[in-house]
């Protein structure tokens, strides 16, 4: 919930007076660059404050999990396998303990052979896959996805579109690839820091298409 926030980023006021609700389920949010969506995601993970109002996120040291753009801003461990085993640390297993069960998480999606695997040998897309893999293995309630879809390729794409849908926690996407939140209960247009359209996501993408044609012409 976010009630009366301010956000200032260097010089440039991001949101002014910025309030919502954010219940739903699944939650797109949308808008051209520099629109706020990567703020609005800083702010929920507490990763900025804002100078005025007031932001509740759920409680937990570890409740709101955010997936970066860039995956390179999230990857702490050299070896895959490693990365994962930090999700795990709630758990409180060996290292053997937690080193099987990253294995088996992998080998059940066909990625067995990835555990060893340097981050540093990885693609782009392939980096964005272990993020989102740590990002579901960490107890979180809450997944914040900013444009996860950018570095994928199709068959990616609809990899991680399903999992996001048989995902149980409540998840956030910000994306430019409207096809990937047409369908949720909920999509969110922002424009200069401003709620422009705020409703069940055909109608808020349709209006954001045309919107974008219209400029266009
Ligand atoms: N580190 C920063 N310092 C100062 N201003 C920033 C910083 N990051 C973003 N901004 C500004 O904040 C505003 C919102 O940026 P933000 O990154 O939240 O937009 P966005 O909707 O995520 O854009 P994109 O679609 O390009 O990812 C923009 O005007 C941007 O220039």
């Known amino acids: ?28 949010l949308i808008g051209d660059n520099g629109a706020g969506k990567s703020s609005l995601f800083r702010l929920l993970c507490a990763l900025d404050r804002p100078q005025e109002g007031r932001i509740q996120a759920p409680a937990g040291p570890q409740a709101v999990g955010m997936m970066f753009q860039n995956p390179d801003d999230q990857i702490i461990f050299p070896t895959v396998e490693e990365e994962l085993a930090l999700s795990l640390q ?35 897309g392939q980096r964005q896959h272990v993020c989102w893999l740590a990002l579901v293995l960490a107890p979180h309630r809450v997944l914040l996805l900013d444009e996860p879809f950018a570095s994928l390729d199709l068959p990616g794409q609809a990899l991680l579109k399903s999992e996001i849908d048989k995902a149980p926690q409540q998840v956030l996407v910000s994306t430019h690839v409207l ?39």
Do not use: K, N
């Open 90 to 124: 709630h758990l409180s297993l060996t290292r053997t303990q937690a080193q099987q069960h990253v294995r088996e998480v992998l080998q059940a999606r066909g990625l067995a052979h990835w555990a060893p695997r340097a981050i540093a040998s990885l693609s782009q």
């Open 1 to 28: 919930m976010l009630d009366g926030v301010r956000l200032q980023r260097g010089s440039t006021v991001v949101f002014d007076g910025l309030s919502l609700q954010l219940h739903e389920h699944r939650i797109g």
């Open 179 to 217: 096809a990937h939140v047409r369908h949720f209960e909920r999509v969110i247009w922002l424009d200069q820091g401003r709620v422009r359209a705020d409703g069940a996501g055909q109608e808020v993408c349709a209006a954001y298409e045309a919107d974008v044609a219209s400029r266009s012409t």
